[in-house]
């Protein structure tokens, strides 16, 4: 690279700098130490091969970087403001009131894919960004920047080997190795053969250079873009706070605004405004995708004894043909959530993630980033092992679908670690969810249909055993609504139910008005959200709730039942899985937990 | 190895074997062919390595095996006939109401540790057992049984690398590479050499043999066992369903019981009554403690500001000085946990488990196995990435104390990625969880120390920022207690908060009060078990609520209240943070999610 060169990304790079402390400055508060170590490896990727037109975000050829590292903010808006797509003027809003510049990146701002700021995330999401580009046939890259602190995180090596196994050589990880933490040295320090050991032995071409020579990044990222059928690697040696003495490689600097910020810019050569011409991607074909089709759902005949999750595996594979957009995820329990009926017809649009629900729920993020319309699928118990990622899906307005089947103590003899029994709690809270529960085959199919128009995450739960089909095919189950099965002008108490319980409410029903006890029953399939006109009415009418569900009384159905009747001031029991399950058939686990036919009758009777 | 003895392992694996088909018969379901895979394995681990005394689970000296595949529960269970502890008869219970042979193991069986089932979670539970051993200086080993699928788990990873970093020694993980998962081969296979590569690369050493030779097993067992500075992982190449045709290396064969279990056992050479003679441990020392002394938690002054988190931190010193069997743990935030007050005082206690939550409740989870009273603590946020951990804790019955820091909207800049708004709703419907939540720093102090005796898994959620101290030192909170703040025979309303909102409603309890609209409040610090008694006398008093929280309105303290009061019928009025926040000073936050003093004041209107 000509000296003349070098010196431009030398200069970049402490403008970089400097914006980062002024921007942190300005806030008081922020990552700029976190920010400079990092400068020059972003200065070199956006001078020289970073393909992205800041004009148009969605250009599909644009190349996608993430910032794993989200407190490097500073940095990735002062980058921002060096490609000219936002003024200093908006760069010194960082982190105030009513700024799209956050303490952490978030989609706010349209050149941000994802949020970042929970560690060990960007990586796993860069991997499902980096397998739609074979779906679409498309030559952009996927440039992620981590921290080395967060390659302590398992959710970074389910991501290298599922990288790694796939081969993805438009997958570039650059890790800046600024050997501390938040409170102190990292486990490995510079030792940046640790790292490199590592990631090889999943499969992957490691670089390790010096993070502040412009020559040897330039050479890396190269290297990086010339790489053929494996993922790179760059293990970047920097120092945290370079260029500035009072921070530069010291204990006790982290996220913190500088104690002299005017002294730190004056040693960094002072405020420059530098411009960095970022290339904007080649032409590039429309991105490839599958052909739609007309819908035919599933239809199953009233009466029949079919699994919610039978329906949801035929009814998946019916949107696939449907729907091009549709791509389905598995983490290896396809037999059992039912998704392998789709892999089966469309395998070009499955994925595999193995047993890895982290970077389940994130490759599904990752595709939509995308624009594809992703359907992941587990058991609902094994889902909390990727809330964390669910949440920040959450937070990045992510539009995903989660389904989580074999629910509740219904499974049987499996047991309690087997179980999802607080699924609808964690789903519930997540901003901007969708939460979904049916009870029938029909209205499971329906519902997998409703999901795919749906923005944000949504999540529907389905159960291991055949239940009845209640309801004809073809009939429409809206999201936010509900079904009411039983009303009578006589009803002294209502039952809210869903799923499996749904079933043991109407028994309950038929018992009770056999013994002169008119009750109505709601079948609340749209648990979040909520269909409170239909609750309210029955509040205020019969005045008297029964809520019953396959869940943990804490945070399910019950409790989105009183939060909509709150202000109305009805008597609600809930009833619901308090103690520990074992193994059991499933009727007996409903009896042991107190959720069926017979525990509703007397909860009814106990309430009048 | 004499021929005899081959013969006599070879002998007792088909017993193994034998046993799990007929008990997988008996029940009519669960995994006799994972179970065959790993019967060589098994058996020369418990005739020839194992130190376990089985008519004495709590001896110290003993070895800890760890089913981390635990669907392999038959195996696990025939194993316990061969050595006597159970009888042929209890064996064929598996899977029955009642048994205490679940589908997946749990502590209900005395020789069981931790409650697995959930994939990955065995080995970096066996990571937290194998280090309490040098605190304890005892000479126990730690023997893991993985699959090979679960490898796939990021968690397993994060346990690489914590006991390799820490050179763990007396720590053992035996694969059973049987080279077909749930729904199909895996993604390495019979490639052992892949697994070791990547085990090698976290500093393992790594064996690889025939898993079904049981001399080169116990080879290996035996080179674990001498091998010093460095844990072992024995990758075992097996066939699942091995010895019986019909499932042997076959597809599609996974869980299920045989369809013709007598042919099988015929095949396997039929049923066998083979004792094992478990080797009893050596006499050892009792395990090391550290000294007890006098408890003096930390008083702060009425008036003064403090972060409760502050307060987390000092009163956990405190503790330490008081309880030789308080350890702590760190996920790379003490500095803002503030755990590492603790680490200064008690470096020997400590652990750093660095950014990787999975292993930190893992490494709690384990320290408790060997009667350590675990406190593990980071950002309420990133608690989260450890629910499914969190979860099985629950199932597992163990006394875990986590503590998440920073929760809600009241952290201010640095947006909603830090912000726990979901650590309520996720931690109350773990399976006997305790939730606590203090509002000024002696009431956590207090909370702190309450916690060490607590059974199960209890949670304490902690404030960035500083608040007015406004409870006396010493003062006791009882879990399950309440604080009745502000009660008039006048009040028109209640106000229940806990945390930072119990400071914004005294402020509004004395706007309105100025108002002539006198309100109580109630300091709701024991979210779970919740003050029933008090929140059902403010409902039938004053018949109007308001809740108040720094947390989502879906499934936290305003779903708690609404649980307690819901069969007497209030007005309730919920609070809480609905949107997405962004960046913003605490204040100010506060102000957006409508939680602060004004909002409050405006609810009580409208309510009225």
Redesign the interface.
Known sequence: MPERDLQYLAELAAQLRVDSVRAAAA?G??HPTSSMSAADLMAVLFACHLRYDFADPGNPANDHLIFSK?HASPLLYSLYKAAGAIDDEELLTF?????R????P?P?LPWVDV??????QGLPVGVGVALAARMERLPYRVWVLCGD??L???????AA?HAG?EGLANLTVIVDVNRL???GP??HGWDTGAYA??F???GWHTIEIDGHDPGQIDFALSDASNTRRRPTVILAKTRKGEGVLEVENREGAHGKALKDPGKAVEELGGVRDLRVEVHVPDEAPAPFRFEDGPLELPAYKVGEAVATRTAYGEALAALGAARGDVVAL?G?????TKT?LFAEAFPERFFQM??????LVAAAVGLQVRGWRPYAATFA??L??A??FI??AG?S?ASIRLVGSHAGVAIG??????MG??DL??M?????STVLYPCDANQAAALVAEMADLEGVSYLRTTRGATPVIYEPGERFPVGGSRVLRRSAEDRATIVAAGVTVHEALAAADELAAADVPVGVIDLYSI?PVDAAVLAEAATTT?NLITVED??????L???V??AV?????????LGVTG?P????PE?QLA?ARIDRRAIVAAVKR?L
Do not use: N
């Open positions: 806030a508060s922020g989200g982190r105030k009131r009513g700024s510049l956050e303490g952490h978030t706010r949020a970042t700021g929970s560690l060990g602190s967060e302590a995180e398992g959710s970074i090596w389910e080997e196994d933490g938040q409170r990292t486990r050991r590592r090889g032995a999943f598995d290896e329990v396809g037999d059992s392998e193995y047993i890895a629900e982290q970077q118990a094994f909390t092992r809330y964390d949440r920040m937070v307005g003899e499996d047991g309690p670690s087997q029994l607080e709690a964690m519930r809270p997540v901003h901007g979040k005045g869940h943990r009384p804490e945070g399910g019950g409790d989105a009183l939060e709150s202000e109305l001031g009805p008597r609600v029991v809930q520990l074992a193994s059991a058939t007996e042991d309430l």
